[in-house]
């Protein structure tokens, strides 16, 4: 079966951290580009990060650099998304999604169905 | 920074013919995709590329750019089409893709 599923959401305080997954599974991993993509309570889509199916490329959103980082591992089909110094307004579902060229012609074809991060004291 | 603009909300009668836009600098460079999201769901694509239905997308839903906007038509809308859509590129100026802010359509 074809599908993501994230992983690694919960509650946590203000200035810590937490480390999200998103297993792929169905497909070959290893040739697609991932995507992180977050949406806040009521809010709309925000991009947050992009890695290349080899890991030569990755970026993270302007708005959260130096606090995120993504990273993959094609030997277990995950990719993982770093969340640092975490503040409330952090507080969304957070998606995981697959770009076949990363050249903005294919679309994120497959998303998983989310995992909640609460940023809260 | 890069932006996409939407109109907040449209709403369509059963079965006429409505257009989402999405506005924005970087569609002059780039493809539009487009996302249909219901209540409680993940995202689904459901146009990418010049005009390109991923499988299993109703042929209802079609896709149209002309300079910096981008245009999603649903011919004969039906009600499980009410949803907020996306539309999402890439950009080459500020981060390297963006989503609008989403359309809330609703079918009467």
């Known amino acids: 079966q074809v599908q993501l599923v994230e992983s690694g959401g919960g509650v946590v305080q203000p200035g810590r951290s937490l480390r999200l997954s998103c297993a792929a599974s169905?497909?070959?991993?290893?040739?697609?580009?991932m995507h992180w993509v977050r949406q806040a309570p009521g809010k709309g889509l925000e991009w947050v990060a992009v890695i290349s199916h080899d890991d030569t490329f990755e970026y993270c959103a302007d708005s959260m650099k130096g606090r995120f980082i993504i990273s993959r591992d094609n030997s277990k089909n995950t990719v993982f998304l770093q969340m640092n110094s975490l503040r409330p307004e952090d507080t969304a579902v957070y998606y995981c999604?697959?770009?076949?060229?990363?050249?903005?012609?294919?679309?994120?074809?497959?998303w998983g169905h989310g995992t909640t991060v609460t940023v809260s004291s | 920074s890069s932006e996409l603009t939407q109109d907040p909300t449209v709403s369509v009668a059963l079965g006429q013919t409505v257009t989402i836009t999405c506005q924005g600098d970087s569609l002059r460079s780039y493809y539009a995709s487009w996302y249909q999201q219901k209540p409680g769901q993940a995202p689904v694509l459901v146009m990418y590329?010049?005009?390109n239905r991923p499988s299993g997308i109703p042929d209802r839903f079609s896709g149209s750019s002309s300079g910096d906007t981008a245009s999603l038509t649903i011919t004969g809308a039906q009600a499980e089409d009410e949803a907020d859509y996306y539309c999402?590129?890439?950009?080459?100026?500020?981060?390297?893709?963006?989503f609008g802010g989403g359309t809330k359509m609703t079918v009467l």
């Open positions: 590329g010049k005009n």
């Open positions: 999604a697959r770009d076949h060229t990363l050249s903005g012609e294919n679309g994120l074809d497959l």
């Open positions: 169905g497909f070959t991993f290893s040739s697609y580009g």
């Open positions: 999402n590129s890439r950009d080459s100026s500020g981060n390297p893709w963006v």
